[in-house]
């Protein structure tokens, strides 16, 4: 299986956890020069009102070298803040609500898995 049908798995299973845990799918894999998105969601139920939450999948079949969570470094969310930022500016109907980073490392199966979700990974800056 290649790599990409892997992280798909991955990222429809992550899905599949996300929408158990309440939030809404806005769209998956979103792409631009800087870089991509696997999932976009919104969190109508948060304290303070909706949230725009931008989620990178991350799977490791190693863990010797890591969880998936761990491997989301400097490099990779200047990335993601990039890629965000170029969301909001093509759906405006977003750009006023507050956003987080979270990142889902996943382990086990696609059928079987284990998730480490961890919310507001990281601050854009």
Known sequence: MSARAIGELWESAA???????????????????????DLVMLDRNAHDGDVLIFVEVRYRDDATRGGGTA?????KQRKLVQTAQVFLQAHARFADLPCRFDVIGCAGT???????????AFEAV
């Open 15 to 37: 899905l599949a956890h996300l929408r158990k845990a309440g939030l809404e799918p806005v769209t998956r894999n979103f792409h631009c020069r800087y870089g991509e998105i």
């Open 71 to 75: 491997s989301v470094g400097a490099t």
């Open 110 to 120: 696609p059928q079987r898995p284990v998730f480490e979700w961890t919310r507001n």
